[in-house]
């Protein structure tokens, strides 16, 4: 399965099968991935009754083969934390409102990706380093419990991806993210009235 594949299983019918080595993922393989994740933004844009940012795709492009790598650090075992490190580098690009849901189209993923991480060894260093990830994008990664996640001012600035978080903070319920932030606690029950309580 190649790069390209792999997308289209991730999005569409979620069967995975890696071989045990990481292939080079060629110009054309990325060029077609590119064309996989920009299609995958728009058919995200028309299921999303708000406006969302505009594309960014080298953010889409980082985000894609971080989900690709990391599919492969559960798969091949025998990774020191060095090469897991070297593997799975942090976005470099500069945070902005089209890089966080440029990012998201393939790194809302991850969540399942560490459920399988911590079923397979709880003490993993792979935890640590997809941890850190999940703390940087916490609009993807909102069904991960975590603390003081570094990007959530940035999601609260932009009326479009805050209102993306609300609906997922209520779809997965995370009761834990507005019990003590007031201002989660109106807007979402401003969507959802006294029902909030079933949260």
């Not at 569409?12 to 393989?29: F, Q, R, V, Y």
């Not at 594309?55 to 790598?69: D, E, G, L, P």
């Not at 069904?143 to 997922?168: A, E, H, M, W």
């Amino acid at each position: 399965m190649n790069f390209p594949n792999f997308l289209k299983a991730l999005f569409h019918s979620g069967k995975i099968d890696l071989p045990h080595i990481i292939p080079p993922i060629t110009e054309a393989e990325e060029l077609e991935a590119a064309l996989i994740l920009e299609n995958e933004y728009e058919r995200f844009v028309q299921d999303t009754y708000h406006p969302i940012p505009a594309y960014h795709s080298k953010a889409a492009m980082w985000s894609a083969k971080y989900i690709y790598r990391t599919a492969f650090a559960l798969l091949l075992r025998d990774k020191t934390p060095k090469e897991l490190k070297e593997m799975l580098l942090p976005y470099k690009g500069r945070t902005t409102p089209s890089t966080i849901i440029s990012i998201d189209i393939c790194m809302k993923s991850l969540p399942d990706l560490m459920m399988v991480a911590r079923g397979i060894a709880p003490n993993d260093p792979l935890i640590q380093i997809l941890n850190a990830t999940c703390h940087k994008w916490p609009l993807s990664t909102i069904r991960i419990k975590q603390t003081n996640p570094s990007n959530l001012t940035q999601v609260k600035k932009d009326d479009s991806l805050f209102n993306i978080y609300l609906d997922r903070i209520i779809r997965f319920r995370r009761k834990d993210l507005w019990k003590k932030d007031e201002d989660l606690q109106e807007k979402i029950k401003e969507r959802i009235g006294e029902s909030i309580s079933s949260i």
